[in-house]
């Protein structure tokens, strides 16, 4: 709907994970760095973990992509399930028959695959998302992957990515052993002001826009409303987008990101701190961004009806008008036609249009 009005090929601000619009910050350049080394040096356990919305996954994506050939991986996001279901959703997830088999049968099943690809010459990354929800039984499931290696290289890899509840359980006493297998891990936190702007432009030119279409004070309360935090920022981008379009608005000013924070739109917010000097801010309800996103989708479509709407309505008017104009200049024709003034109607006419 907005994409014509801004000249845009595509939504800019989407929420969901796409490489192609990885803003490396100076954070996020710091994460893809620390997991490229972990994986260069073939380290049995990676973490990843940030606040709701942060980038963590958008980041996991952008490294698996850039493996190449050399890697096998499988990406696990449904993480609400017991230590059996996350067995075969490994072997699912390598694209193994794991349906019928009993533990025994998935762990062997498992560990002759990753035989196999290491003697191919391939590794194997498997990496889960949103980790912060595995049981304790998963997690110690998980945790026995390590045990699959060979004399020298663990056969498998594995990078959990989560919330900061993850990283607390994991300086629990019970989750000690596999704490002591992570050999890296990074902190995700919100962009600064800087970064914030830098990031708008960034998914702005990807998306084929320009990169000054919001301007510096609409950048500043974005920031101050997200807190730097890239999926929230893309809630509030998108939304101004639509109602920029709504007011045929060439730039997205101040007062627009203000109408939305009017309209409670976003962005619901608590203070927290991480063990940095940095001090950055998470949503309170993570909830609120899918509710939000579905409600800026109907905003868009009552636009789009209203704009068809309004132009059908003028266009009846302009017709109105038009028949109307015409059956008056009948009427004056035949008025000085009756009166014996001929020459008359033109001047007539003349005259009313003057």
Same mark, same amino acid.
């Given at each position: 709907?907005?994409?014509?009005?801004?000249?845009?090929?595509?939504?800019?601000?989407?929420?969901?994970?796409?490489?192609?619009?990885?803003?490396?910050?100076?954070?996020?350049?710091?994460?893809?760095?620390?997991?490229?080394?972990?994986?260069?040096?073939?380290?049995?356990?990676?973490?990843?973990?940030?606040?709701?919305?942060?980038?963590?996954?958008?980041?996991?994506?952008?490294?698996?992509?850039?493996?190449?050939?050399?890697?096998?991986?499988?990406?696990?996001?449904?993480?609400?399930?017991?230590?059996?279901?996350?067995?075969?959703?490994? !072997?699912? /997830?390598?694209?193994?028959?794991?349906?019928? =088999?009993?533990?025994? &049968?998935? $762990?062997? %099943?498992?560990? #002759?695959?990753?035989?196999?690809?290491?003697?191919?010459?391939?590794?194997?990354?498997?990496?889960?998302?949103?980790?912060?929800?595995?049981?304790?039984?998963?997690?110690?499931?998980?945790?026995?992957?390590?045990?699959?290696?060979?004399?020298?290289?663990?056969?498998?890899?594995?990078? !959990?990515? /989560?919330?900061?509840?993850?990283?607390?359980? =994991?300086?629990?006493? &019970?989750? $000690?052993? %596999?704490?002591? #297998?992570?050999?890296?891990?990074?902190?995700?936190?919100?962009?600064?002001?800087?970064?914030?702007?830098?990031?708008?432009?960034?998914?702005?030119?990807?998306?084929?826009?320009?990169?000054?279409?919001?301007?510096?004070?609409?950048?500043?309360?974005?920031?101050?409303?997200?807190?730097?935090?890239?999926?929230?920022?893309?809630?509030?981008?998108?939304?101004?987008?639509?109602?920029?379009?709504?007011?045929?608005?060439?730039?997205?000013?101040?007062?627009?990101?203000?109408?939305?924070?009017?309209?409670?739109?976003?962005?619901?917010?608590?203070?927290?701190?991480?063990?940095?000097?940095?001090?950055?801010?998470?949503?309170?309800?993570?909830?609120?961004?899918?509710?939000?996103?579905?409600?800026?989708?109907?905003?868009?479509?009552?636009?789009?009806?209203?704009?068809?709407?309004?132009?059908?309505?003028?266009?009846?008017?302009?017709?109105?008008?038009?028949?109307?104009?015409?059956?008056?200049?009948?009427?004056?024709?035949?008025?000085?036609?009756?009166?014996?003034?001929?020459?008359?109607?033109?001047?007539?006419?003349?005259?009313?249009?003057?």
């Amino acid at each position: 709907m907005y994409l014509h009005f801004y000249h845009l090929s595509k939504k800019p601000f989407e929420l969901t994970p796409d490489p192609t619009f990885m803003f490396r910050s100076r954070k996020h350049q710091k994460a893809l760095s620390y997991l490229e080394y972990g994986l260069t040096e073939n380290v049995g356990f990676l973490l990843l973990t940030g606040d709701v919305g942060s980038g963590k996954t958008t980041t996991a994506k952008c490294i698996i992509q850039d493996l190449g050939r050399g890697f096998v991986t499988s990406f696990i996001s449904n993480t609400h399930a017991s230590s059996g279901q996350m067995l075969r959703m490994i !072997l699912n /997830g390598f694209g193994l028959p794991a349906r019928k =088999l009993d533990k025994a &049968a998935a $762990r062997d %099943l498992l560990e #002759r695959f990753l035989l196999t690809m290491h003697q191919r010459g391939k590794r194997t990354l498997l990496v889960i998302d949103e980790a912060q929800n595995l049981s304790f039984k998963a997690l110690e499931e998980v945790r026995m992957l390590s045990n699959f290696q060979n004399e020298r290289n663990a056969l498998i890899q594995v990078l !959990l990515i /989560g919330q900061p509840e993850l990283l607390e359980a =994991l300086k629990t006493p &019970a989750m $000690r052993q %596999l704490a002591q #297998r992570v050999a890296v891990h990074f902190h995700l936190t919100g962009l600064d002001r800087l970064e914030t702007a830098a990031y708008i432009a960034y998914r702005l030119q990807i998306a084929g826009g320009r990169s000054d279409l919001f301007t510096a004070a609409a950048v500043d309360k974005i920031h101050d409303m997200a807190c730097g935090i890239p999926r929230l920022i893309n809630l509030i981008c998108q939304a101004a987008l639509v109602y920029g379009f709504a007011d045929e608005s060439p730039v997205v000013s101040q007062d627009t990101i203000l109408q939305i924070a009017s309209d409670n739109l976003g962005i619901g917010i608590t203070t927290v701190t991480d063990d940095s000097t940095e001090t950055h801010t998470a949503p309170a309800d993570a909830g609120n961004v899918d509710r939000h996103a579905a409600r800026l989708t109907i905003i868009e479509r009552e636009i789009k009806s209203l704009k068809t709407m309004m132009a059908a309505y003028i266009r009846g008017l302009e017709a109105l008008i038009t028949s109307s104009n015409a059956n008056l200049i009948r009427q004056l024709v035949k008025v000085a036609q009756r009166d014996g003034h001929p020459s008359e109607p033109k001047g007539s006419v003349v005259r009313l249009r003057q």
